[in-house]
């Protein structure tokens, strides 16, 4: 038997998933190859231990998002990587780990971390995944890419809102004065400039954006 | 000279002509954006005061109160500045309450069980301080704490109102 072969005979047998002749076959090859013993044991290991944390069927709070971040990964992935020369099966065989139960919750209990949907607050507020679990909003991924500036994000179930709290933010001068305006919802133009006005009609500015996207206020 | 002090009053002409031509672009939320000033009672902070114009009364008093409740009670909440920004669906969005601090959004269309999939930058003038991706779910505000000003410090409430 080739290799890639034991492999997902290895793994449907982790699974349950082998008819009698098949499961007959495994445990004589388990019996006879050390090193696949250590393999198939630590799979159980590692399935055990994820079917603890995750319910049988769960799908993740934003599935569609999720879903659609795994993908631009795979993707990216596979334009990233070099193969090397395989036969149709083996190529199959390569991301078989990744289509089995198990191996979509281990990649969801990277995307929890990664989301940050199991952190709680410093504060001791609530989780974001409280946030999802009421419907109410959630932030998913945050960056904050000036040096020393940090985001600590969490959903208050109390206040029953989302909070992105900023550290590292540089005062204001005392000096400058902050406008406010009642600014109406603007249509883009065709030149890509933003007519803005007040709620009143007045033109407030028109917002330009200069060839790196950072926008400038004209004043009328 | 003369061509430069032209070349403003042309910009805005130009900008009004196209405005009556072009067909209306779709959008897949309309957004409310309020920029607040948190600062303790003792300090006097009534021309930061506006009245709301893009939500009521009582929605503003029922954000006060959660504002409160999230960076404090011992604070007020005045209303700088606010805009009600439709959310483009194949452009971004700018939700521009004031000038120091306001936001781009890039639509990522609607989400399931409601509300709209979104990216959103924080900018402070010319500089971009957060990015975030997030789902606003229809009453469920975002609030984010900005910088310190004077006696206080701005925060940023994004909301997508129920019936937008």
Same mark, same amino acid.
């Given at each position: 038997?080739?290799?890639?072969?034991?492999?997902?005979?290895?793994?449907?047998?982790?699974?349950?998933?082998?008819?009698?002749?098949?499961?007959?076959?495994?445990?004589?090859?388990?019996?006879?190859?050390?090193?696949?013993?250590?393999?198939?044991?630590?799979?159980?290991?590692?399935?055990?231990?994820?079917?603890?944390?995750?319910?049988?069927?769960?799908?993740?709070?934003?599935?569609?998002?999720?879903?659609?971040?795994?993908?631009?990964?795979?993707?990216?992935?596979?334009?990233?990587? /070099?193969? #090397?020369?395989?036969?149709?099966? $083996?190529?199959?065989? +390569?991301? &078989?780990?990744?289509?089995?139960?198990? *191996?979509? =919750?281990?990649?969801?209990?990277?995307?929890?971390?990664?989301?940050?949907?199991?952190?709680?607050?410093?504060?001791?507020?609530?989780?974001?995944?409280?946030?999802?679990?009421?419907?109410?909003?959630?932030?998913?991924?945050?960056?904050?890419?000036?040096?020393?500036?940090?985001?600590?994000?969490?959903?208050?179930?109390?206040?029953?809102?989302?909070?992105?709290?900023?550290?590292?933010?540089? /005062?204001? #001068?005392?000096?400058?004065?902050? $406008?406010?305006?009642? +600014?109406? &919802?603007?249509?883009?133009?065709?030149? *890509?400039? =933003?007519?803005?006005?007040?709620?009143?009609?007045?033109?407030?500015?028109?917002?330009?954006?200069?060839?790196?996207?950072?926008?400038?206020?004209?004043?009328? | 000279?003369?061509?430069?002090?032209?070349?403003?009053?042309?910009?805005?002409?130009?900008?009004?002509?196209?405005?009556?031509?072009?067909?209306?672009?779709?959008?897949?939320?309309?957004?409310?954006?309020?920029?607040?000033?948190?600062?303790?009672?003792?300090?006097?902070?009534?021309?930061?005061?506006?009245?709301?114009?893009?939500?009521?009364?009582?929605?503003?008093?029922?954000?006060?109160?959660?504002?409160?409740?999230?960076?404090?009670?011992?604070?007020?909440?005045?209303?700088?500045?606010?805009?009600?920004?439709?959310?483009?669906?194949?452009?971004?969005?700018?939700?521009?309450?004031?000038?120091?601090?306001?936001?781009?959004?890039?639509?990522?269309?609607?989400?399931?069980?409601?509300?709209?999939?979104?990216?959103?930058?924080?900018?402070?003038?010319?500089?971009?301080?957060?990015?975030?991706?997030?789902?606003?779910?229809?009453?469920?505000?975002?609030?984010?704490?900005?910088?310190?000003?004077?006696?206080?410090?701005?925060?940023?409430?994004?909301?997508?109102?129920?019936?937008?």
């Amino acid at each position: 038997m080739k290799p890639s072969e034991q492999e997902e005979l290895v793994h449907r047998w982790v699974d349950g998933d082998l008819d009698p002749a098949e499961e007959t076959r495994i445990e004589g090859l388990l019996a006879n190859d050390p090193h696949l013993r250590d393999e198939a044991d630590s799979l159980n290991s590692l399935r055990e231990s994820l079917r603890s944390e995750f319910p049988a069927e769960q799908e993740p709070p934003y599935p569609d998002f999720f879903n659609s971040q795994i993908q631009r990964l795979i993707v990216e992935d596979e334009q990233t990587t /070099t193969a #090397p020369t395989q036969s149709p099966a $083996e190529t199959k065989s +390569a991301f &078989s780990w990744f289509a089995l139960p198990w *191996g979509i =919750a281990a990649a969801a209990l990277a995307g929890v971390a990664f989301m940050g949907l199991s952190r709680p607050s410093a504060d001791g507020t609530g989780s974001l995944a409280s946030a999802a679990a009421v419907g109410a909003t959630v932030v998913s991924t945050t960056y904050t890419p000036m040096i020393g500036v940090t985001a600590d994000t969490f959903f208050s179930d109390e206040a029953d809102a989302t909070v992105i709290r900023l550290a590292g933010l540089a /005062t204001l #001068p005392s000096s400058i004065e902050i $406008e406010g305006y009642a +600014a109406a &919802s603007y249509q883009p133009d065709l030149g *890509g400039a =933003a007519q803005l006005r007040c709620i009143d009609g007045e033109i407030l500015y028109v917002l330009l954006e200069d060839s790196q996207g950072t926008p400038r206020f004209l004043a009328q | 000279m003369v061509a430069r002090s032209l070349i403003l009053p042309l910009l805005f002409l130009l900008l009004g002509s196209a405005k009556a031509q072009e067909p209306v672009v779709e959008t897949d939320a309309e957004i409310w954006g309020g920029l607040l000033y948190a600062v303790g009672p003792d300090t006097d902070a009534a021309d930061q005061d506006s009245e709301p114009r893009g939500i009521d009364v009582t929605a503003l008093a029922d954000l006060q109160k959660r504002l409160a409740i999230v960076f404090g009670d011992d604070k007020t909440y005045h209303l700088v500045g606010e805009h009600t920004q439709g959310l483009f669906k194949q452009y971004e969005s700018w939700l521009v309450p004031s000038k120091e601090l306001f936001l781009k959004l890039d639509s990522k269309g609607p989400a399931d069980g409601g509300g709209v999939n979104l990216n959103l930058q924080l900018w402070q003038e010319k500089k971009v301080i957060m990015k975030t991706d997030a789902t606003l779910r229809p009453g469920s505000p975002l609030f984010i704490e900005g910088p310190k000003w004077r006696d206080g410090n701005l925060v940023f409430v994004v909301l997508l109102p129920k019936n937008g």
